[in-house]
């Protein structure tokens, strides 16, 4: 079997149109990536729920920096308890026709890039699941400035902790290491949870949880939170100048202030969105949402 195989990622992705990588995998644009990291985890949710998927989200997670946001393009590995004839199969292909060396969680962090984030299925595995201590994980930090999401244990948690810029979701930790799994596949469909996660879907980690974007979506997510951020500011703006009352804009919106929107948006970008007090509240719940 091959780790890694250009053609069954091009085949499972077929409604990315965009550029990949060299292994097959989307490659979802860089500036797409840096908008993600606005957005939140509801805004997100909503278009992919509108679109018909409703197994993206995990939530529950061990978080070392729940402030901080994880956001970059999934790399997967799928790990399953050992079988000596399957592991002592897989090993050998993997070193003498693949030319890869180390354990095989080394054999994923060696393929990691830029803005990856490495997602890994241990089957919820923490006592001797730990995928990734302090040197595997400043591996991966190294390699993609973003993070790690390990459906299983993590070690060496005082080090971790301190690796900067690096955000890690896990099901717990544990001093044991690894032992008695195998790596099946290498950006492969995986499951996380009650997820399905596919190689080049964009990951965006916060507080919430974890959630799945299919690469064809990510730009009409950004676009939808951009603009939902941009009604905010809007609303926040003609509430603090007397035009509307509250009761106008925490309702939907009229005809006439739709169209006042649609003017105001002439001269406001996304960006200008940056300066809302997020502590002031979310949209009132009547306001339109992709819901309904």
């Keep these: 079997m091959k780790y890694n195989n250009r053609e069954d990622i091009v085949q499972l992705t077929p409604l990315w149109e965009g550029e990949r990588f060299d292994d097959g995998r989307p490659r979802v644009p860089d500036h797409i990536i840096r908008r993600m990291e606005r957005v939140t985890m509801e805004e997100a949710w909503a278009v992919l729920w509108r679109h018909g998927y409703h197994f993206q989200f995990e939530g529950q997670w061990h978080q070392q920096h729940p402030d901080r946001v994880l956001v970059g393009r999934a790399v997967t590995g799928v790990f399953v308890p050992t079988r000596p004839d399957m592991h002592d199969s897989l090993m050998t292909y993997g070193q003498e026709e693949e030319g890869r060396i180390g354990a095989m969680n080394s054999w994923v962090i060696e393929t990691l890039v830029q803005d990856d984030v490495i997602v890994i299925d241990l089957f919820g595995k923490v006592y001797e699941g730990t995928f990734s201590g302090a040197n595997l994980s400043t591996a991966i930090a190294s390699r993609t400035g973003r993070g790690q999401v390990i459906y299983g244990g993590i070690r060496d948690a005082e080090q971790i902790i301190d690796i900067p810029n690096f955000a890690t979701f896990c099901k717990g930790v544990d001093p044991t290491p690894i032992r008695n799994v195998t790596l099946t596949g290498m950006n492969v469909p995986c499951r996380i949870g009650a997820a399905t996660c596919l190689p080049g879907d964009v990951v965006l980690g916060t507080i919430t949880g974890v959630l799945f974007i ?40 009229s005809e006439e202030i739709e169209a006042d929107f649609e003017e105001w948006l002439k001269v406001h970008k996304p960006e200008d969105a940056e300066s809302i007090d997020w502590e002031k509240g979310k949209p009132g719940e009547g306001e339109e949402t992709l819901l309904g």
Excluded: C, I
């Excluded at 603009?227 to 905010?232: A, D, I, S, V, Y």
């Design 214 to 253: 299919p690469p064809h979506l990510a730009e009409e997510v950004v676009d939808h939170a951009e603009r939902t951020h941009l009604r905010e500011l809007f609303s926040h703006t003609r509430l603090r100048e007397g035009v509307y009352n509250s009761s106008q804009m925490d309702t939907k919106w």
